[in-house]
């Protein structure tokens, strides 16, 4: 892309720079950078964060085609890593994505599964003869730790299911904020905020905060789930 419409790291702190209406020449590398020239790569990159974390289920943050792993005969848990997720990764399981399939057979055997409270799972899968008993996962449940814990399965079964990812980390030059290319503007402008309140110009902070709010409002129309109104009431 380009400083008109940044999509790098090294392009948003440049635009920062840009926005900031700083003297001298911006930025040409995050390698070796230091005093402000740092700081407005730290602004940046603590930005893209915050931005991500504002709610979890962002839709760019979902991941689909997800994860997609094999039953283990009697094996309960299933870590992120067991499930072919790259460690890390999973901010949180998309549970109501949860399906499985008679891999022998392929879709047409496949049925949606049922999330069960850990809690509850751990007083009835994890109790007794259940530990044991080999059965089609009809329930399963997310582990404090993101592990998959299902009912004792079968051999021979796919499971099947999406995630949100875990925030953007910047920190090299070419890296890519998670971030939609239309919406990262709004990296620069909470960026612009930090900048004006650590070097207390308040003109930059009010239009970084002015343009970032419309940012955010725009990426929330499209980036979070829409919301259904309720039936009226018998």
Not at 99 to 105: C, P
Not at 197 to 204: G, I
Request: with cysteine.
């Amino acid at each position: 892309m380009s400083v008109m419409n940044p999509s790098t790291f090294l392009e948003l702190t440049q635009r920062l720079f840009q926005e900031c209406q700083l003297p001298g020449t911006g930025p040409a590398t995050v390698v070796g950078a230091t005093g402000q020239t740092f700081d407005l790569f730290a602004w940046v990159s603590q930005a893209c964060k915050e931005i991500d974390e504002l709610h979890e289920d962002w839709a760019y943050l979902l991941t689909h085609p997800g994860v997609s792993f094999t039953t283990v005969a009697g094996q309960q848990l299933y870590t992120p890593t067991q499930a072919g997720v790259t460690v890390g990764d999973v901010g949180q399981w998309c549970r109501e994505t949860f399906r499985n399939y008679l891999t022998s057979s392929g879709y047409p055997s496949e049925i949606e599964m049922t999330w069960m409270p850990y809690d509850d799972w751990l007083r009835t899968e994890k109790m007794g003869v259940l530990r044991t008993t080999q059965v089609r996962p009809m329930v399963f449940t997310i582990t404090p730790n993101k592990s998959i814990g299902l009912q004792c399965p079968l051999t021979g079964y796919t499971v099947i299911g999406d995630y949100y990812r875990i925030p953007s980390v910047l920190e090299d030059d070419s890296d890519e904020p998670l971030i939609p290319q239309r919406y990262r503007m709004a990296i620069v402008y909470r960026a612009m905020m930090a900048y004006g309140a650590e070097e207390n110009a308040p003109e930059v902070y009010n239009e970084g905060e002015k343009n970032y709010k419309l940012q955010l409002a725009a990426m929330s129309r499209t980036q979070l789930p829409s919301i259904s109104a309720m039936g009226a009431l018998a």
